[in-house]
């Protein structure tokens, strides 16, 4: 086919080989357009998770998957002997520890985790900050969240005496010899303590899924503009004798 002296020359392999990889990359950007949507669901759940009404927490074992994300309310009392800082947390640019407390439920022997909230680093490592731990029964109110969230280890001394890089649930039972319910608690009722408790919103990830799909959308669309490219030759005129 020749257009304007443009000619399109359609070749047999060249035109396999771009159709197969334009198929493999719409189908890559079309299942990132699902995985993000699956995300955007998920996060839409969530969300009436949260907005629904407070539950208590019960003494028997429970699954995570129950009551991630719902609002619960918690009534015991701490065990301050074994709080934990969490080590490296930043809040406005500053260095400091999120405070870990487990508190026992009622009589039982059934306990769970609190995150209490930020406070800043002291002047050295060594010279951990004085957080003040009621001593009589408490009432949390707070989102239960998956205790398993994991972030870089600087090192392979992730634990240093009452410093946590990370929070391992069964390491921490190892730890502790607590029975522990599968979560960890952000608290959000102000309990006067000095404690920073403003806790980010879980984000989705859709929009990764929808950099990805835009970014394999990109690539079948440069390899369509490629095959088109080599495809097409300009026609040269035929010598003519006089």
Known sequence: MTILGWQFRVKFWPTVAATLAIIILL???????????????????????????????????????????RQIEVHGTYVPSHTIYLDNKIYRGVVGYQIITPVRLGTSSMHVLINRGWVAA????????????????????????????????????????????????????????????PLVILQQNDVKDGLVRQWSRPDSGATRNLGYAFQWFSMALAVLILYLVLSVKRDRPKNTQR
């Open 27 to 69: 189908m890559l950007g079309n299942w990132q357009l699902s995985r993000a949507q699956e995300k955007e669901t998920r996060q839409e759940q969530l969300d009436r998770l949260s907005q629904q009404p407070v539950i208590s927490l019960p003494t028997t074992q429970i699954r995570l998957e129950d009551y991630q994300f």
């Open 122 to 181: 002291g002047r050295t490592r060594d010279q951990l900050p004085n957080v003040p731990t009621p001593s009589d029964e408490v009432r949390v109110l707070g989102i239960a969240n998956s205790p398993t969230q994991r972030t870089l280890e600087l090192s392979t001394e992730t634990v240093s005496g009452r410093v946590w890089e990370n929070l391992h649930l069964d390491r921490y039972r190892q730890a502790t010899g607590l029975t522990l319910q």
